[in-house]
């Protein structure tokens, strides 16, 4: 993640190690990669939420995207949040698969040939998604999100002094 994009949070273990501030608001931090084209997959790993506030925002963003805003409603940012609801991409809130917690997995399949994101808990895909139809395309209407515009970078928001991990493969 980038030390440059961040609100509140402290980076670690080589910038992949996100703790938030112990405030009682959502802290954002941004990778340091864009991309606008090609299959991308990463893992974030929510290690702890000392508080038990079970807050958390994880997904892509594109560059203008402000490290210190909440990204539920925003045009410019396309995730899913703790409680398994696809939120960003300038929609509602709505639900999409399963809510997550300390100790969870959460999957991030990338692709931007197609426009798409997909999530997945534990290594299981969420809406009923494959790895097989997300590589192929055929798992396109499971995707939380087919408007991923623009060139854009992994995101994790945290609330309170949450910590998360991005594992990549």
């Keep these: 993640f980038d030390h440059g994009r961040k609100d509140g949070n402290t980076l670690s273990e080589g910038n992949l190690k996100v703790t938030g ?60 949040s703790e409680n398994g609801q696809k939120l960003g991409g300038g929609l509602p809130l709505t639900n999409y698969g ?8 959460i999957g991030v399949a990338l692709d931007m040939d197609r426009n798409a994101i997909y999530f997945s808990k534990n290594g299981t895909w969420m809406n009923g998604a494959s790895a097989s139809g997300i590589a192929d395309g055929s798992d396109l209407a499971k995707a939380a999100h087919t408007n991923v515009i623009g060139s854009v970078t992994p995101f994790i928001s945290t609330y309170d002094a949450q910590v998360a991990t991005l594992r990549t493969a």
């Design 21 to 80: 501030d112990a405030g009682a608001d959502m802290d954002s931090v941004l990778g340091t990669m864009f991309v606008s084209s090609g299959k991308y997959y990463w893992e974030i790993n929510r290690d702890n939420d000392p508080a038990g506030t079970d807050r958390f925002r994880a997904g892509v963003a594109i560059d203008s995207y402000p490290a210190v805003t909440s990204m539920d409603s925003r045009i410019d940012a396309w995730g899913i």
């Design 98 to 105: 399963d809510s997550t917690t300390t100790g969870d997995y």
